[in-house]
């Protein structure tokens, strides 16, 4: 998982400045821009940012939490 590692570094310099530029420097912020599915409301943020914040920032939901969620749909 990367929980460990800081996403920011890993990010392309041009996702890592669309980020900062919208006030988005924390990962906290990140995902929560993400499960709003407000990302792409980002000027110049497309599918290669996109597929960066999915590899590098925690914005699956665990695995417990789907669990419960489909109990919960039940």
């Known amino acids: 998982m990367h929980e460990s ?5 890993k990010l392309t310099p041009r996702t890592l400045r669309l980020l900062h530029e919208e006030g ?11 499960r709003r ?3 792409f409301s980002i000027r110049n943020f497309g599918t290669k940012s996109l597929r960066e ?8 939901p665990a695995k417990s939490q789907i669990a419960l969620s489909i109990i919960n749909d039940r």
């Open 5 to 9: 590692i800081d996403p920011f570094v």
């Open 37 to 39: 599915n407000e990302l």
């Open 24 to 34: 988005l420097t924390t990962v906290e912020k990140v995902v929560e821009v993400y």
């Open 53 to 60: 914040i999915d590899t590098w920032f925690p914005v699956k």
